[in-house]
């Protein structure tokens, strides 16, 4: 974000009533200095915060109990897994973040055994210390998903296999005391998943939602993607 939103923040008696942040990479949070502080100092503020895919893995002693406190949870290196796999949406809770969404199976690089806080570990809405957590986004993954290989590293983990029935949480919303909305997205790794209806339908309610914009009985409606769309604005690949 660079010194801007720090003299941003210095100066401004109050915050725009609808500003969020999104995050789809934090590699150098927790390695540039006052980055964690910063975070702190807007969520405190009444900042929705949301993260999806790479965003959602911190190490663990350098930003994963904030982690756990803005958004209920994150990606654990060798607790969570990274396996590309089918996930299928059947059913969804009441929530802002549902509206409009219906039954959807897509393929992504879903992480899955997320480092919850303590009790968030469900796939059912819960309330703990007062803050509202909810799995918008629940599936399960087959038994050769567990056995991997994942992407990296390749697994297996055994306490991974072990958990074969679970329903595991992919996308989760939080809502704190104070009145803060957080969502952690393990999907994202595919740009043309935006094509699908109903993934990015999700994704708009959600960001929607962490703005303290009201989202409609129907969701957020977005025009359809197409082919030669998603192909635009794209950054050049390098060499691997």
Known sequence: FGDWMQKYLGRAKSLPDQMRVFCAS????????????????LIARGVGFGCMHFGVEVPKDR??????????????HQWSCNP????????????????????????????????FQDG???????????????????????????????????????????????????LWAVERPDGGKGFGFTGGHFHINWQNDQFRRTILNALCWIAGVSVPDHGIDSDPVSDSEIMENLDPKGKR
Do not use: C
């Open 26 to 41: 934090l590699t150098d949070l927790d390695t540039q200095v006052g980055r964690l502080q910063l975070f702190e100092k």
């Open 63 to 76: 930003g994963g109990a904030e982690f756990k406190r803005w958004i209920g949870g994150h990606y654990e």
């Open 84 to 115: 590309i796999w089918d996930a299928r949406f059947e059913s969804f809770p009441e929530h802002p973040i549902s509206r409009g969404v219906r039954p959807f199976e897509i393929r992504d690089e879903w992480y899955f055994n997320m480092r």
């Open 120 to 170: 968030f570990d469900t796939a059912e809405p819960t309330q703990i210390d007062g803050v509202h957590f909810t799995p918008v986004l629940a599936a399960i993954p087959s038994e050769a998903t567990r056995n991997g290989p994942y992407v990296y590293p390749k697994g297996p983990y055994p306490h991974i296999q072990q958990a074969v029935g679970r329903k595991e949480s992919l």
